[in-house]
Nanobody, 119 residues
Framework: VQLVESGGGSVQPGGSLTLSCEAS????????MGWYRQAPGKARELVAS???????NYGDSVKGRFTISSVNAMNWVYLQMNSLKPEDTAVYYC??????????????WGQGTQVTVSE
């Protein structure tokens, strides 16, 4: 499975952005997809995730502001980001996890897309 992100950019505080992640390859093997972010000097952290069963999970700092969604059986995953704050500035990475076989899991990452929130 390969992942390609798009939609990053610069925005003023309070603004909105939508990130997109397209999965290709054996997308039927994907069990969960998510967005993580990494700011300079900080560890990578979970932003939001969704599973093939439809459950979602959000990092505490983005609850109520960000929404993750997927379409076409995990082929596309979106992250709608509203009320953006300067502390949301980071490189955002798309992540996918799944099964190569019933007993072997995998995890893969996209190349990352920069989101900058500033005046």
């Amino acid at each position: 499975v390969q992942l390609v992100e798009s939609g990053g950019g610069s925005v003023q505080p309070g603004g909105s952005l939508t990130l997109s992640c397209e999965a290709s390859g054996t997308v039927s093997s994907i069990d969960a997809m998510g967005w993580y972010r990494q700011a300079p000097g900080k560890a990578r952290e979970l932003v939001a995730s969704t599973t093939s069963a439809g459950s979602t999970n959000y990092g505490d700092s983005v609850k109520g502001r960000f929404t993750i969604s997927s379409v076409n059986a995990m082929n596309w995953v979106y992250l709608q980001m509203n009320s953006l704050k300067p502390e949301d500035t980071a490189v955002y990475y798309c992540n996918a996890r799944g099964y190569e076989s019933p007993w072997k899991t995998y995890e893969t990452w996209g190349q990352g897309t920069q989101v900058t929130v500033s005046e």
